[in-house]
């Protein structure tokens, strides 16, 4: 194993995305920081990661954008395999099905299919010449059991799921290896507004998740000791969905 791996993270700039930045950089992997938009937060990511020791090279670009990961990844594809891909990058846009607007059910669905497909087949095809590599997917509880005001979200999630364990068939016998983390109610951005009071009774842990305790199980997956383990779903929720 070459020495300086490297990771690339998409929507790395907060929350979940920069935690598995900073872990995996504590690893050893040189990180590739995929954002859309917020300069400021992946700068301060960057930071961390060159404060852990390692590299970071920041990519703002939009994961649905097919044009736009062509053009980023492309050239640096030819000189780099990153080891390690983690699809991170997702948002969700919250409303019943009936009031739900057609670009609330496109957009959700194209930054996590879309960006999965886009970004993961770039990388991909280096990875199989290699015959070595990590993909990581950041799904969803609301991708295994449906949540309502989410079906949209929850869709998105479920076809990262399917995603996963699809590709993990097809790219086994080449050494790479193809898994998804499903967090919970995690301390976000994305949680922030949500009524603690009625949720935590539904989570026998009795707490929210943290951003670390993701990046911790994307660590795991991402390292030698997880040397078995492909097209399975690790589920960090609290117990929250069992």
């Given at each position: 194993?070459?020495?300086?791996?490297?990771?690339?993270?998409?929507g790395g700039?907060?929350?979940?995305g920069?935690?598995?930045?900073?872990?995996?950089?504590?690893d050893?992997?040189?990180?590739?920081?995929?954002?859309?938009?917020?300069?400021?937060?992946?700068?301060?990511?960057?930071?961390?990661?060159?404060?852990?020791?390692?590299?970071?090279?920041?990519?703002?670009?939009?994961?649905?954008?097919g044009?736009?990961?062509?053009?980023?990844?492309?050239?640096?594809?030819?000189?780099?395999?990153?080891?390690?891909?983690v699809?991170?990058?997702?948002?969700?846009k919250?409303?019943?099905?009936?009031?739900m607007?057609?670009?609330?059910?496109?957009?959700?669905?194209?930054?996590?299919?879309?960006?999965?497909?886009?970004?993961?087949?770039?990388?991909?095809?280096?990875?199989?010449?290699?015959?070595?590599?990590?993909?990581?997917?950041?799904?969803?509880?609301?991708?295994?059991?449906?949540?309502?005001?989410?079906?949209?979200?929850?869709?998105?999630?479920?076809?990262?799921?399917?995603?996963t364990?699809?590709?993990?068939?097809?790219?086994?016998?080449?050494?790479?290896?193809?898994?998804?983390?499903?967090?919970?109610?995690?301390?976000?951005?994305?949680?922030?507004?949500?009524?603690?009071?009625?949720?935590?009774?539904?989570?026998?842990?009795?707490?929210?998740?943290?951003?670390?305790?993701?990046?911790?199980?994307?660590?795991?997956?991402?390292?030698?000791?997880?040397?078995?383990?492909?097209?399975?779903?690790?589920?960090?929720?609290?117990?929250?969905?069992?």
């Open positions: 194993m070459e020495n300086s791996k490297i990771a690339l993270i998409t700039s907060k929350g979940i920069a935690a598995i930045a900073q872990v995996l950089a504590s050893g992997f040189d990180i590739w920081l995929n954002y859309k938009s917020d300069h400021n937060s992946a700068s301060k990511t960057a930071q961390h990661v060159e404060e852990a020791g390692a590299k970071c090279l920041l990519l703002p670009f939009d994961v649905s954008d044009e736009a990961v062509k053009a980023a990844l492309s050239p640096l594809l030819e000189n780099d395999t990153p080891y390690v891909v699809n991170n990058a997702g948002y969700s919250d409303t019943i099905l009936a009031m607007n057609e670009h609330e059910w496109r957009g959700v669905i194209s930054v996590a299919l879309d960006g999965f497909f886009f970004v993961t087949k770039l990388v991909l095809v280096n990875m199989l010449r290699k015959r070595q590599g990590r993909i990581i997917n950041i799904v969803s509880t609301s991708g295994q059991s449906g949540m309502p005001g989410q079906v949209n979200y929850s869709a998105a999630k479920a076809g990262l799921i399917g995603a364990k699809a590709l993990a068939a097809e790219v086994a016998k080449r050494n790479i290896l193809v898994n998804a983390v499903s967090p919970g109610f995690i301390e976000t951005d994305m949680t922030e507004g949500l009524p603690k009071e009625r949720i935590l009774p539904m989570i026998p842990l009795g707490r929210f998740g943290k951003p670390l305790e993701i990046a911790e199980t994307v660590s795991f997956l991402a390292s030698e000791k997880a040397a078995y383990i492909t097209g399975q779903v690790i589920a960090v929720n609290g117990g929250a969905y069992m």
